[in-house]
């Protein structure tokens, strides 16, 4: 199989800091791949990476089949990047900082540069120099420059960052529907897991440099625990009633937390207990692991 | 080719954007200027008494009112004043990228770096040229008008050239201070750079040893007929190649293969 980006025991050291070891980790042609990984984890160091900004310490890289760097080598042209927060030079308009990015493409056609700002809702903006935009309409400029030239692979470094919640659906949507409809592959790194969670269909999570799980989404949704939450106006009886019966509870806050199967695949019979003991419950609903919760269940197992 | 007009476009379209290249422009044009000025108070010595500590410094500087001594300070201060306002302008071109964290957004293009560090050179090659040739221009208006004595249509072309050849050394000198900034990531190390050459070649200069050392030859040149007259040889043009050489490879080489990691 071709594969988008391939990693091969990619390693990076600066200085006696290991800041990415060993990762290998494959993508495929269509995937919206999303690396997840807390502030630190070693997302950007990868994406510089991929990108041929850093040279590996060891390992290989490789970005649609061709081997990427050194000497700023690599297949550009078909890649559109995002590496941390976006930059523009600030005395330059929106427009001039694209047509700067149209020029350094090659792309001869001086269209593209309209179409994109209208693309990403910059249209009011075009006229407006770079330094005074807001952290958003930055992130958008940032967001143009690496669709501008319709690239095949996009390699975003939290996509979402400084935009509002209509922004992030916005993009979001905008990923879905490059991937769906024009087969383009998005490596985006985030370390909001829910962002992650609801564009992705193959997810990598990167704690301290180690790559410690590649997963496709759905396999994610089967692994996040799942638990029955009880509220109670009595909450005292309701706990005594159901640890007789034999549950293992746990309370948090105003919420009884029952963890085994048995409760979670038979709440009924929890809430007979319940009602029995005159400690009728007033929500009763089984809740799955807050991603949060996984992702920090995992990467703290790996301390 | 077309990769390099697109890079040079974009250099051109941040410099002209920029207030730099006013600000270069303003500063430079001072010099003539000034010149002038200095030419103005020597032709009239009672207005110049009347003015006291001006007449003074003025007679240190250049001694006599006439198209030669003009010019001649017209090229040392296009050597000293080079030297500070060249590296600025190299320390802008080059350090602006990580100062404005843009670097990140030209590395990873099909344009190669190797044409975009070439296109800025070009760049601070042409915007020097450009304020040389301001300068010579403005000069010339300026002693025109304050009347000078002493024109000559070959005195006029030799100083041309030889504010050229000046102008062209100091700009020989320039690559480091592009490395400078691109290895320092910003404008101070190559300014700091730019500011410890020019005492090391005042030292150069006391010590005798002017004409070895690259970055006293442009004002060793300039002051050829002054009291500081050395022997500037071939062997002073080869020092100022190598250092350009040096200067622009290692630069080049900095931004093919360096980690860019922030």
């Known amino acids: ?303 | 080719m077309n990769a390099f007009l697109s890079a040079f476009w974009a250099e051109a379209l941040k410099a002209r954007r920029s207030k730099v290249s006013l600000l270069t422009v303003a500063a430079f044009s001072l010099l003539p200027i000034v010149d002038g000025l200095f030419m103005f108070i020597l032709k009239n010595p009672e207005r110049a008494r009347a003015m006291g500590l001006i007449n003074a410094k003025a007679q240190i500087t250049a001694g006599v009112a006439d198209w030669p001594t003009y010019f001649q300070v017209l090229l040392l201060g296009t050597a000293i004043g080079g030297a500070i306002l060249f590296a600025f302008i190299t320390a802008w071109v080059f350090g602006r990228e990580f100062s404005d964290h843009t670097i990140k957004e030209i590395l990873a293009l099909p344009t190669p770096r190797g044409v975009i560090v070439g296109a800025k050179f070009v760049l601070t090659a042409a915007w020097m040229l450009g304020l040389s040739l301001l300068i010579f221009v403005i000069g010339l208006g300026i002693g025109m008008a304050v009347d000078i004595p002493g024109w000559s249509q070959e005195l006029v072309e030799s100083s041309f050239w030889s504010l050229m050849l000046v102008a062209l050394l100091t700009f020989m000198l320039m690559p480091f201070v592009a490395w400078f900034a691109s290895v320092g990531r910003g404008y101070l190390p190559p300014l700091g750079w730019a500011f410890l050459t020019m005492a090391l070649a005042q030292i150069a200069i006391v010590l005798g040893w002017g004409d070895w050392f690259p970055w006293s030859v442009p004002g060793l040149l300039s002051s050829l007929n002054g009291p500081r007259a050395e022997p500037i040889g071939m062997h002073s043009y080869v020092v100022v190649l190598l250092v350009f050489v040096a200067g622009i490879a290692a630069t080049f080489a900095w931004w093919q293969s360096a980690d860019q990691a922030r």
């Open chain 1, 1 to 303: 199989m071709n594969f988008a980006v391939e990693t091969n025991g990619l390693s990076k050291s600066f200085g006696k800091v290991r800041a990415i070891d060993s990762v290998s980790l494959r993508v495929g042609q269509g995937e919206i791949y999303g690396f997840l990984g807390l502030n630190g984890a070693g997302k950007t160091t990868t994406i510089r990476a991929l990108l041929g900004m850093i040279r590996p310490s060891a390992g290989a890289v490789r970005v649609l089949g061709q081997a990427v760097g050194p000497n700023g080598r690599g297949p550009w042209r078909r890649v559109g990047h995002l590496v941390e927060r976006p930059a523009a030079y600030p005395e330059l308009t929106v427009r001039e900082n694209l047509e700067i990015a149209r020029r350094l493409q090659g792309i001869p056609d001086r269209d593209t540069t309209s179409r994109i700002i209208e693309r990403l809702g910059l249209a009011s903006y075009a006229a407006r120099k770079a330094g005074g935009l807001s952290t958003g309409n930055l992130q958008r400029l940032g967001l143009a420059r690496a669709l501008l030239h319709e690239p095949e692979l996009l390699i975003l470094d939290e996509p979402a960052n400084g935009l509002d919640p209509a922004g992030v659906v916005e993009i979001r949507e905008l990923l879905a529907s490059l991937a769906r409809e024009k087969g383009v592959t998005v490596f985006m790194s985030s370390h909001i897991l829910t962002e992650v969670d609801r564009l992705a269909t193959r997810i990598g999570i990167i704690h301290k440099g180690n790559l410690l799980e590649e997963l496709e989404a759905e396999k994610l949704e089967e692994l996040r625990s799942q638990r029955l939450e009880i509220k109670a106006h009595n909450l005292e009886a309701a706990q005594c009633a159901l640890t007789q019966a034999g549950y293992a509870v746990k309370v948090s806050g105003s919420t009884l937390l029952l963890y085994e199967a048995r409760a979670i695949e038979a709440p009924d019979e929890v809430a007979t207990i319940l009602v029995n003991a005159g400690a009728p419950p007033t929500r009763l609903a089984v809740e799955q692991e807050m991603l949060e919760d996984y992702f920090l269940r995992l990467t703290g197992g790996k301390e």
